[in-house]
C-alpha cells in the first residue's frame, strides 16, 4: 500500500538544480499540512518545507529563496523543487505529514510511517 514515495534524488553540483517528488496515500495527503525534511548524516531529522491545505507556505531561512515547495492536490503530490544547491544540502529528503517548528509556526500533522526517502548529494 502507498503511503509515501520519494523520488527525484541525485548527484548534482554546486549551483545545481533538482525536482524532488513525493507520492502520499490519501489519508495522508488530505488531513495535513505536508512537509518535506531533510537529514544530514549524524544529525536529526529537520522539516525545512512547509505547505498547508490551503497553500500557505513556509520555509527555514536556510533555503528559502533556493527551495519551492508545492502540492497538487488532484494527484496526492508534494513537490520540492530545488535550486542553487550547496554542499551543505547534502541530505537524505523526506517527505511527510508536516510536524515541527518554522520560524514562528507550529505545525502539529500526525506523521506516518516514514518512507525510504530521496538522497541528494551535492558535491563537484
Known amino acids: 500500500q502507498l503511503q509515501l514515495v520519494e523520488s527525484g534524488g541525485g548527484l548534482v553540483q554546486p549551483g545545481g538544480s533538482l525536482r524532488l517528488s513525493c507520492a502520499a496515500s490519501?489519508?495522508?495527503?488530505?488531513?495535513?499540512?505536508l512537509g518535506w525534511y531533510r537529514q544530514i548524516p549524524g544529525k536529526q531529522r529537520e522539516l525545512v518545507a512547509a505547505?498547508?491545505?490551503?497553500?500557505?507556505?513556509n520555509y527555514v531561512d536556510s533555503v528559502k529563496g533556493r527551495f519551492t515547495i508545492s502540492r497538487d492536490n488532484a494527484k496526492n503530490t508534494v513537490d520540492l523543487q530545488v535550486n542553487s544547491l550547496k554542499p551543505e544540502d547534502t541530505a537524505v529528503y523526506y517527505c511527510n505529514a508536516a510536524r515541527g517548528k518554522i520560524g514562528t509556526t507550529w505545525y502539529t500533522g500526525t506523521v506516518a510511517s516514514w518512507g525510504k526517502g530521496t538522497v541528494v548529494t551535492v558535491s563537484s
Open positions: 505547505i498547508t491545505n490551503g497553500g500557505h507556505i
Open positions: 490519501r489519508s495522508i495527503f488530505s488531513r495535513n499540512s
